[in-house]
């Protein structure tokens, strides 16, 4: 083999090594941008899922506080209204004042095709809300026992509203004393 023709073998071995040289850096610049791209869409993702997660931990929460709340609204608003209850109730507070209770009377009319709603009446400011009105007459009471009544149903859980309220002076012996007659009219709200 003559000295130029080595030459030429080396130069051709020479360019063809820098060019697979080229060719193997410019497929691994397009591999490694590849598997960039790819892990950078893996990070996005992890991060979205890190965030509902985040997200979905925060709602459980919000769902058991707004389950507490629930529970409460059907304590404060109940769906049906349970006369018996509400009876127990108003004469455990008339007790707890040390009051007896000459009268309860339910007002409304019954409707025999649908008890549960007898005797209510629909709001028409609050859609879905019935109020379920009585009257509790009480007498020989002292002034401070009708206030601790009145305390005693605004302690209640149920929604309870006073709708009207007359007191009236007792007299013995045709002299003014520190006894007094009431009657009250309140409404009692249901969500059925």
Excluded at 35 to 64: F, W
Excluded at 138 to 165: A, C, H
Aim: hydrophobic residues 40%.
């Amino acid at each position: 083999m003559t000295p130029k023709k080595a030459y030429i073998l080396m130069l051709i071995v020479l360019l063809a090594t820098i060019a697979g040289s080229f060719g193997v850096l410019y497929i691994s610049d397009k591999l490694l941008a590849g598997r960039a791209s790819d892990i950078s869409r893996l990070k996005a993702e992890d991060q979205a899922l890190d965030t509902n997660i985040l997200t979905a931990n925060k709602n459980q929460q919000t769902l058991q506080e707004l389950a507490y709340v629930n529970e409460l609204a059907k304590e404060v608003l109940p769906p049906e209204k349970i006369q018996s209850n509400l009876l127990g109730e108003v004469l455990a507070n008339a007790e707890d004042a040390g009051i007896f209770l000459s009268s309860i009377a339910f007002s409304g009319s019954i409707d025999e095709k649908n008890p549960q709603l007898s005797q209510t009446v629909e709001l028409k400011d609050v859609p879905g809300v019935r109020a379920l009105q009585f009257t509790v007459d009480m007498s020989s009471i002292s002034y401070s026992q009708l206030l601790d009544f009145l305390e005693n149903l605004e302690k209640n859980r149920r929604k309870m509203q006073v709708e009207s309220l007359t007191i009236t002076p007792e007299l013995e012996d045709d002299q003014q004393s520190d006894k007094v007659s009431a009657n009250i009219t309140v409404n009692v709200y249901i969500k059925p």
